[in-house]
């Protein structure tokens, strides 16, 4: 059974950082990209970052780009997103997700395969 736990989500004042985790069991972690999704309420869910099976590539939303990484430990099962410059309208419920498609084609939240239950993050203004 595939699971995928993400923590590290909470309430941060605008210009602050936040680290997500996501950490993944029942898969082979290596063999899977992994990203990030966020879904604002009353909103879609739309991509965030996502990074190859290696960890070398990695792809960002416009939005993020300069502030936010993703990193992947594949001993430890585990992506990160490092949130810096943290927005007001970066707030939502954030989202891993693992897909077994390569990085270049696994772009839209419909190419992947597991998601995790979320996380909240909240930037005050």
């Known amino acids: 059974q595939v699971q995928l736990v993400e923590s590290g989500g909470g309430l941060v004042q605008a210009g602050g950082s936040l680290r997500l985790s996501c950490a993944a069991s029942g898969l082979t972690f290596s063999s899977y990209t992994m990203g990030w999704f966020r879904q604002a309420p009353g909103k879609e869910r739309t991509f965030v970052a996502r990074?190859?099976?290696?960890?070398?590539?990695?792809y960002y939303a416009d939005s993020v780009k300069g502030r936010f990484t993703i990193s992947r430990d594949n001993a430890r099962n585990t992506v990160y997103l490092q949130m810096n410059s943290l927005k007001p309208e970066d707030t939502a419920g954030y989202y891993c997700a693992a897909s077994k498609k390569p990085l270049s084609i696994a772009s839209a939240h419909a190419d992947y395969d597991y998601w995790g239950q979320g996380t909240q993050v909240t930037v005050s203004s």
């Open positions: 990074i190859s099976w290696t960890g070398a590539i990695t």
